[in-house]
């Protein structure tokens, strides 16, 4: 079975960052991934940017060897060869206005700029792009999170990038929104008569949301310990994916149509600030263990002055405050050095009112619906059934398992493929709006306020393990516990 993708216009794509992390292990593997399924028109250009002085057959081999293991030899050469390089600084004026001819050689194009910078970059890149009128015609700009610090420096980002682009103009990507779990989402509730009649406090006990990863910082350690776990991940990812458990039926699928119900569940979060964070919040910092199958450091050793009261791992009980959510726990986690790479939604229903089965049976456990993002794809319905024999009667759990690659025998796109190739159809649904991003902030500041007065350093826990024994009891106070099947 193929699928189906719907053409995209002739674009001129910048990657500025063009060197970085991102950039090898996402953004052009991704592209190449589209030319190889004949989705870049011919015509089209990726530039990449970044200070190193490279030129085009310098960066074309660089990719080369980055690329190799992501297509065969014929269409890497025919990809590299829509492939380019400049080598300029978002501060300085040395190339820009060579940069600004050749990519207005080709006015017609759409013209993608992507940020794959620090934000401190976004600033002076969308002032010179602005300088040259580069931001004319049909001219996009896509901005890598984390978009600032708080919300402070992200309204200040916010306030420089819209004086050049239009808020039609500006993409901010959370590539979590384009996985297939995540559109899945949407299907299952409003494209199917039998959950979303369910989707309410009356039949739903609890949302956990997780996002954990079995490495460590490693050569992010400079970017990370000035982040923290809560906003590298729960500020944006997470919480985008609260909002799409949560949010109410939109009337359509237009891009503002989904973001205002996504909007309407960053403002209805229950606060939660000095006065409850060290009952609803854990944080947590790994320590040298066995993780991957091996010994691995700590995160103190992975920095160079060995000293930080940076996260790693956070967990944390929000609540929803509307007449759908009242009194549905979420719990959330993520971290890194954890036992497993999974990133999974577990919604559990209440359990069944009464039960007409003796103890012999064997317990009844709740009913659940696991959409597993990563990896192995697909969405899991725990029901209970009876074991098959003579005998009697004896209960059993089992998942009806739906996997995306075995159900429709084709590789599923990187999220990051359906993304760029949005961006270019100037479809901004998958995208995050200005307001999402300053509500988003304005729940997380006082979470980061608390933790800054209270002075405490975040609780250790022994790589390749689940966190701080504290994000258990976090949970299990109320009875509960963290999904952790493997099956």
């Given at each position: 079975?193929?699928?189906?993708?719907a053409p995209v216009e002739a674009f001129d794509l910048v990657i500025f960052g063009g060197t970085g992390d991102l950039a090898y292990r996402k953004l052009l593997p991704a592209l190449l991934r589209r030319h190889a399924?004949?989705?870049?028109?011919?015509?089209?250009?990726?530039?990449?940017?970044?200070?190193?002085?490279?030129?085009?057959?310098?960066?074309?081999?660089?990719?080369?060897?980055?690329?190799?293991?992501?297509?065969?030899?014929?269409?890497?050469?025919?990809?590299?060869?829509?492939?380019?390089?400049?080598?300029?600084?978002?501060?300085?004026?040395?190339?820009?206005?060579?940069?600004?001819?050749?990519?207005?050689?080709?006015?017609?194009?759409?013209?993608?700029?992507?940020?794959?910078?620090?934000?401190?970059?976004?600033?002076?890149?969308?002032?010179?792009?602005?300088?040259?009128?580069?931001?004319?015609?049909?001219?996009?700009?896509?901005?890598?999170?984390?978009?600032?610090?708080?919300?402070?420096?992200?309204?200040?980002?916010?306030?420089?990038?819209?004086?050049?682009?239009?808020?039609?103009?500006?993409?901010?990507?959370?590539?979590?929104?384009?996985?297939?779990?995540?559109?899945?989402?949407?299907?299952?509730?409003?494209?199917?008569?039998?959950?979303?009649?369910?989707?309410?406090?009356?039949?739903?006990?609890?949302?956990?949301?997780?996002?954990?990863?079995?490495?460590?910082?490693?050569?992010?350690?400079?970017?990370?310990?000035?982040?923290?776990?809560?906003?590298?991940?729960?500020?944006?990812?997470?919480?985008?994916?609260?909002?799409?458990?949560?949010?109410?039926?939109?009337?359509?699928?237009?891009?503002?149509?989904?973001?205002?119900?996504?909007?309407?569940?960053?403002?209805?979060?229950?606060?939660?600030?000095?006065?409850?964070?060290?009952?609803?919040?854990?944080?947590?910092?790994?320590?040298?263990?066995?993780?991957?199958?091996?010994?691995?450091?700590?995160?103190?050793?992975?920095?160079?002055?060995?000293?930080?009261?940076?996260?790693?791992?956070?967990?944390?009980?929000?609540?929803?405050?509307?007449?759908?959510?009242?009194?549905?726990?979420?719990?959330?986690?993520?971290?890194?050095?954890?036992?497993?790479?999974?990133?999974?939604?577990?919604?559990?229903?209440?359990?069944?009112?009464?039960?007409?089965?003796?103890?012999?049976?064997?317990?009844?456990?709740?009913?659940?619906?696991?959409?597993?993002?990563?990896?192995?794809?697909?969405?899991?319905?725990?029901?209970?059934?009876?074991?098959?024999?003579?005998?009697?009667?004896?209960?059993?759990?089992?998942?009806?398992?739906?996997?995306?690659?075995?159900?429709?025998?084709?590789?599923?796109?990187?999220?990051?493929?359906?993304?760029?190739?949005?961006?270019?159809?100037?479809?901004?649904?998958?995208?995050?709006?200005?307001?999402?991003?300053?509500?988003?902030?304005r729940w997380a500041d006082p979470i980061l306020a608390a933790w800054a007065a209270s002075g405490e350093p975040p609780r250790p826990y022994t790589a390749g393990t689940w966190g701080p024994s504290a994000s258990v009891?976090?949970?299990?106070?109320?009875?509960?516990?963290?999904?952790?099947?493997?099956?």
């Amino acid at each position: 079975m193929t699928a189906n993708f719907a053409p995209v216009e002739a674009f001129d794509l910048v990657i500025f960052g063009g060197t970085g992390d991102l950039a090898y292990r996402k953004l052009l593997p991704a592209l190449l991934r589209r030319h190889a399924d004949g989705q870049i028109p011919a015509g089209s250009r990726i530039v990449g940017v970044a200070r190193e002085a490279l030129d085009d057959a310098g960066y074309r081999k660089q990719l080369q060897a980055a690329l190799a293991d992501v297509a065969d030899a014929k269409t890497l050469e025919a990809f590299l060869q829509q492939v380019g390089y400049r080598s300029l600084d978002a501060r300085k004026d040395a190339g820009w206005d060579a940069f600004a001819e050749m990519i207005g050689e080709q006015p017609e194009h759409v013209r993608v700029f992507y940020l794959s910078t620090s934000p401190e970059l976004f600033v002076d890149i969308c002032g010179r792009l602005g300088h040259y009128r580069l931001n004319e015609g049909k001219a996009r700009v896509v901005l890598e999170k984390p978009i600032g610090r708080n919300l402070a420096s992200a309204n200040q980002i916010n306030d420089a990038v819209g004086q050049v682009f239009d808020e039609s103009q500006t993409f901010r990507i959370d590539h979590y929104l384009g996985k297939e779990t995540v559109q899945n989402l949407l299907a299952l509730r409003f494209g199917n008569a039998l959950f979303e009649p369910l989707w309410n406090n009356g039949h739903i006990d609890h949302v956990q949301i997780t996002v954990a990863e079995t490495v460590g910082v490693g050569h992010r350690a400079g970017y990370y310990d000035h982040a923290g776990a809560l906003r590298d991940m729960v500020q944006n990812h997470m919480l985008q994916l609260l909002c799409m458990v949560a949010m109410e039926p939109p009337s359509s699928l237009a891009p503002d149509a989904v973001r205002d119900e996504k909007l309407k569940v960053l403002n209805s979060l229950t606060p939660v600030d000095d006065s409850n964070a060290a009952q609803l919040t854990v944080r947590g910092q790994y320590r040298a263990g066995n993780a991957d199958g091996q010994h691995v450091p700590g995160y103190l050793d992975e920095l160079k002055d060995g000293k930080s009261n940076t996260e790693t791992f956070v967990a944390l009980k929000a609540g929803i405050a509307n007449w759908r959510w009242a009194g549905v726990p979420f719990y959330l986690r993520t971290g890194k050095r954890l036992p497993n790479r999974v990133s999974e939604i577990v919604v559990a229903f209440k359990p069944v009112p009464h039960s007409i089965f003796d103890s012999s049976a064997g317990t009844l456990a709740q009913n659940r619906l696991v959409l597993r993002l990563q990896p192995d794809e697909g969405v899991k319905l725990w029901l209970t059934i009876k074991h098959p024999g003579p005998g009697g009667l004896r209960l059993r759990h089992v998942p009806l398992d739906m996997s995306f690659a075995e159900a429709f025998g084709v590789q599923q796109p990187d999220a990051y493929e359906r993304l760029l190739l949005d961006v270019v159809r100037g479809n901004p649904t998958l995208f995050m709006r200005r307001d999402e991003v300053e509500a988003a902030w304005r729940w997380a500041d006082p979470i980061l306020a608390a933790w800054a007065a209270s002075g405490e350093p975040p609780r250790p826990y022994t790589a390749g393990t689940w966190g701080p024994s504290a994000s258990v009891a976090l949970i299990e106070r109320d009875g509960r516990t963290w999904n952790e099947d493997s099956e």
